[in-house]
C-alpha cells in the first residue's frame, strides 16, 4: 500500500517535502500535483523506478520522460538553450508548458529521443513542486498520470489512491488538480511547432 503525505497546496510544510524527497531518493514511485493535472515521478537516473512508471503507463521503453526542473538555469544544466529560446521559456515559465528541446550530455542516454537527442523541459507554477524540487537540487524525472485507458490525466487525489494504492510508494495529495496535461512545444526548429495544446496559451508563440 502506498503512503499518502497531505501537503498544503500554497505552504508545504518542510517536514513532509523531506519526507518526500527521501522517498525519492531511496527509489520510489510517487505521484504529486502540478499546476496542470498530477504526475508520477522517480528520481534521474533510477532506471528500476523509470520501469515501473512505464509498467503503470503501459508504455515502451521509447517513451519519453520530461525533466521537472526547478528554474531556467537548471533547465540549461540538460537542454541547449540560445538567447532566443531563452527568451521564449523566461517568458511563460513558471507554467503549464512541457518544451522539447536538444539534451545535454547530463542527460541520460537513454531519456533521449533516440534519434533526435531531444528531452522534453518544463518548470511547474506550483508551490508544492518548487518545494521538493529545491529540497532535491536535481529535476525529477515525470510524465502525466494518464492510465492506459483513460482520455484524461487524473486529477483526484481520492481517486488516484483508490486506482493506485498498490502501484506506488507515494501519493502526495495536494488537493484537487487540473484535468489538461500541459501545452507542449518543440523548440528544436527555427519556429516553435506546437506538439500537443493543453493548459499552457500557445498563442504567443505561434
Request: a negative charge; glycine letters at 6%.
Amino acid at each position: 500500500m502506498s503512503r499518502v503525505l497531505q501537503i498544503h497546496p500554497a505552504n508545504p510544510q518542510p517536514r513532509l517535502i523531506a519526507q518526500a524527497v527521501a522517498r525519492l531518493r531511496e527509489g520510489d514511485v510517487i505521484v504529486y500535483p502540478t499546476d496542470s493535472s498530477y504526475a508520477l515521478g522517480c528520481q534521474l537516473g533510477d532506471k528500476a523506478a523509470a520501469e515501473r512508471i512505464r509498467a503503470i503507463r503501459q508504455t515502451d521503453r521509447h517513451h519519453n520522460f520530461t525533466l521537472v526542473c526547478r528554474d531556467l538555469s537548471e533547465i540549461a544544466t540538460y537542454a541547449k538553450v540560445d538567447n532566443r529560446r531563452y527568451r521564449l521559456l523566461k517568458a511563460v515559465t513558471p507554467g503549464a508548458f512541457t518544451f522539447i528541446l536538444q539534451a545535454t550530455h547530463e542527460v541520460p542516454r537513454r531519456l533521449q529521443h533516440p534519434r533526435r537527442k531531444t528531452i522534453g523541459i518544463r518548470v511547474p507554477d506550483n508551490a508544492i513542486v518548487s518545494a521538493l524540487l529545491a529540497t532535491l537540487s536535481e529535476p525529477i524525472m515525470s510524465c502525466t498520470l494518464i492510465l492506459p485507458g483513460d482520455d484524461w490525466p487524473l486529477s483526484d487525489p481520492e481517486e488516484i489512491e483508490e486506482r493506485l494504492a498498490n502501484e506506488v510508494d507515494l501519493i502526495i495529495d495536494g488537493g484537487p488538480g487540473q484535468r489538461e496535461p500541459t501545452t507542449v512545444l518543440d523548440l528544436t526548429e527555427e519556429a516553435p511547432q506546437l506538439i500537443r495544446q493543453g493548459l499552457g496559451d500557445a498563442s504567443p508563440f505561434l
